[in-house]
C-alpha cells in the first residue's frame, strides 16, 4: 500500500511536469532563441578564445568580431542556398509539365499491360494533374520557406551571444552564488562538461555533414543529376532535423530526376543512394566520429525528437539532442535524479563495459601504485 505522503509526492511530481511543458510552449519565443543562442555561443567560443589569448583582443573587440564572422558565415550560406531553392522554384511550372506527362504515360502503360479501365480512366486521373503536381510544389515552396526563416526570424540570436560572450565571468559568477552549498570545482566540472558536450555535437555534426555531404554529391554525380554539389550538401546539412532530415532532402533531387531524365530509375537511383548513405552516416560515421561524447540512448534520442518536434516544430527537433544530452549531465549530479541521467544514457551493454573499462583503470593504478 503506497502512503499518503508518496502519492501526494507523485501527484506533485506530475503536476510540475505538466506545468513545465506547459511553461515551455507558452515561453517558445523566448526560450527558442535562447537555446540557439546557447549553441552557437559555444560554437564560436573557440574564436573568441583565441582572439583574446593569442592576438591579446579585449573581450569586447573578440566578441564583436567573433559575432561578426558567425553573422557573415550564416548570411553567405543562406544566401546561396534561398538562390538555389529559388531557382528551383522558379522552374516548377517545366518540372510539373514534365512530371504530370510522366503521370499520364504511367496511367497508360498499366492500361495496356492490365486492360484496366479505358480513357475515361486517364481523364478522370487527368484531374488537372498538371495543377495538382503545381500545387505541390507551391507547397514545397512554402516549408522551405519556412525552414529557412527559422534562423531569420530569431533577431535576438545575435544580441544573446554577444551578452552569452561578453558576460560568461559574470554568468559564471551567477551560479556560484546560487548555488554556494556546492565547491565551485563541483560546479566547474559540470558547467565544463556541458560545454564539451555541446561543442564535442557541434564538431561531431559538421565532420558528419562534410562527410555526408561529398558522399551525396558523388552519387548525384554519377547518376548525372543537376547541381548534385548543391543538393548533396543540402540532404547533408538537413541532418540538423535527425533522422529524416536527410528524407527530405533526397526529395528534391528525386524530383529533379523524374523531371530531367528520361527513366524514373534516375529518381530511384537518388534515393537509393541517399538511403545508402543514411546507413553508412547512422551506423558507420556518426558512431566513429561523435563516438559516446553525446551518450544518448537510441529510444530517448527518438522519444525526445518526436516530444519536441510536437512543443517546438521543426526547432524542438534541432535542439532535442543538445537539450537532452545537457539535462543528462545534470540528472547525473543532481542528488536523487541520478535514475534519469541513467535512463537518458547509453544502453546497459555499453553502460556495463564502460564501468568495467573504469575498474580496470583503477585496478591499474592500484598496481602501479604498489609496485612504485
Given at each position: 500500500?503506497?502512503?499518503?505522503?508518496?502519492?501526494?509526492?507523485?501527484?506533485?511530481?506530475?503536476?510540475?511536469?505538466?506545468?513545465?511543458?506547459?511553461?515551455?510552449?507558452?515561453?517558445?519565443?523566448?526560450?527558442?532563441p535562447?537555446?540557439?543562442?546557447?549553441?552557437f555561443?559555444?560554437?564560436?567560443?573557440?574564436?573568441q578564445?583565441?582572439?583574446?589569448?593569442?592576438?591579446?583582443?579585449?573581450?569586447?573587440?573578440?566578441?564583436?568580431?567573433?559575432l561578426?564572422?558567425?553573422?557573415?558565415?550564416?548570411?553567405?550560406?543562406?544566401?546561396?542556398?534561398?538562390?538555389?531553392?529559388?531557382?528551383?522554384?522558379d522552374?516548377?511550372?517545366?518540372?510539373?509539365?514534365?512530371?504530370?506527362?510522366?503521370?499520364?504515360?504511367?496511367?497508360?502503360?498499366?492500361?495496356?499491360?492490365?486492360?484496366?479501365?479505358?480513357?475515361?480512366?486517364?481523364?478522370?486521373?487527368?484531374?488537372?494533374?498538371?495543377?495538382?503536381?503545381?500545387?505541390?510544389?507551391?507547397?514545397?515552396?512554402?516549408?522551405?520557406?519556412?525552414?529557412?526563416?527559422?534562423?531569420?526570424?530569431?533577431?535576438?540570436?545575435?544580441?544573446?551571444?554577444?551578452?552569452?560572450?561578453?558576460?560568461?565571468?559574470?554568468?559564471?559568477?551567477?551560479?556560484?552564488?546560487?548555488?554556494?552549498?556546492?565547491?565551485?570545482?563541483?560546479?566547474?566540472?559540470i558547467?565544463?562538461?556541458?560545454?564539451?558536450?555541446?561543442?564535442?555535437?557541434?564538431?561531431g555534426?559538421?565532420?558528419?555533414?562534410?562527410?555526408?555531404?561529398?558522399?551525396?554529391?558523388?552519387?548525384?554525380?554519377?547518376?548525372?543529376?543537376?547541381?548534385?554539389?548543391?543538393?548533396?550538401?543540402?540532404g547533408?546539412?538537413?541532418?540538423?532535423?535527425?533522422?529524416?532530415?536527410?528524407?527530405?532532402?533526397?526529395l528534391?533531387?528525386?524530383?529533379?530526376?523524374?523531371?530531367?531524365?528520361?527513366?524514373a530509375?534516375?529518381a530511384?537511383?537518388?534515393?537509393?543512394?541517399?538511403?545508402?548513405?543514411?546507413?553508412?552516416?547512422?551506423?558507420?560515421i556518426?558512431?566513429?566520429?561523435?563516438?559516446s561524447?553525446?551518450?544518448?540512448?537510441?529510444?530517448?534520442?527518438?522519444?525526445?525528437?518526436?516530444?519536441?518536434?510536437?512543443?517546438?516544430?521543426?526547432?524542438?527537433?534541432?535542439?532535442?539532442?543538445?537539450?537532452?544530452?545537457?539535462?543528462?549531465?545534470?540528472?547525473?549530479?543532481?542528488?536523487?535524479?541520478?535514475?534519469?541521467?541513467?535512463?537518458?544514457?547509453?544502453?546497459?551493454?555499453?553502460?556495463?563495459?564502460?564501468?568495467?573499462k573504469?575498474?580496470?583503470?583503477?585496478?591499474?593504478?592500484?598496481?602501479?601504485?604498489?609496485?612504485?
Amino acid at each position: 500500500m503506497y502512503s499518503k505522503n508518496h502519492i501526494t509526492h507523485s501527484a506533485l511530481s506530475l503536476f510540475s511536469l505538466i506545468a513545465v511543458v506547459f511553461i515551455l510552449y507558452v515561453l517558445q519565443p523566448f526560450l527558442v532563441p535562447l537555446f540557439y543562442a546557447v549553441i552557437f555561443s559555444v560554437m564560436i567560443f573557440p574564436i573568441q578564445k583565441f582572439l583574446e589569448k593569442k592576438w591579446r583582443f579585449n573581450r569586447l573587440l573578440a566578441t564583436i568580431c567573433s559575432l561578426t564572422i558567425l553573422i557573415f558565415l550564416t548570411v553567405l550560406l543562406v544566401f546561396l542556398i534561398s538562390t538555389r531553392l529559388e531557382n528551383f522554384i522558379d522552374n516548377s511550372e517545366v518540372y510539373s509539365k514534365k512530371l504530370s506527362e510522366l503521370f499520364r504515360k504511367s496511367i497508360n502503360y498499366f492500361e495496356k499491360s492490365f486492360g484496366v479501365g479505358n480513357n475515361r480512366i486517364l481523364s478522370g486521373t487527368d484531374l488537372k494533374t498538371e495543377n495538382i503536381i503545381k500545387n505541390n510544389f507551391d507547397k514545397i515552396g512554402v516549408v522551405i520557406s519556412e525552414s529557412g526563416s527559422i534562423l531569420g526570424n530569431l533577431v535576438l540570436v545575435p544580441v544573446y551571444i554577444f551578452f552569452f560572450l561578453y558576460y560568461r565571468v559574470f554568468f559564471r559568477t551567477f551560479i556560484y552564488k546560487v548555488f554556494n552549498s556546492h565547491p565551485k570545482i563541483f560546479l566547474n566540472n559540470i558547467i565544463n562538461k556541458i560545454y564539451l558536450i555541446q561543442q564535442n555535437y557541434l564538431l561531431g555534426l559538421l565532420k558528419v555533414i562534410i562527410i555526408v555531404g561529398c558522399l551525396n554529391s558523388i552519387g548525384l554525380l554519377l547518376l548525372g543529376i543537376g547541381d548534385p554539389f548543391f543538393f548533396g550538401f543540402l540532404g547533408a546539412f538537413l541532418l540538423l532535423i535527425p533522422y529524416i532530415g536527410i528524407i527530405i532532402g533526397s526529395l528534391l533531387p528525386a524530383i529533379i530526376a523524374l523531371a530531367t531524365k528520361d527513366s524514373a530509375w534516375y529518381a530511384l537511383g537518388v534515393i537509393g543512394v541517399f538511403g545508402f548513405v543514411q546507413f553508412l552516416e547512422g551506423n558507420f560515421i556518426t558512431p566513429k566520429i561523435t563516438g559516446s561524447k553525446v551518450s544518448i540512448n537510441p529510444f530517448i534520442a527518438i522519444t525526445s525528437l518526436l516530444l519536441f518536434s510536437m512543443l517546438w516544430g521543426i526547432s524542438g527537433m534541432v535542439l532535442a539532442l543538445p537539450v537532452v544530452a545537457t539535462l543528462k549531465i545534470l540528472f547525473d549530479h543532481t542528488p536523487g535524479y541520478e535514475a534519469y541521467g541513467f535512463l537518458i544514457g547509453e544502453s546497459l551493454d555499453k553502460y556495463l563495459q564502460s564501468r568495467s573499462k573504469q575498474r580496470l583503470k583503477k585496478w591499474e593504478k592500484i598496481r602501479k601504485m604498489k609496485h612504485e
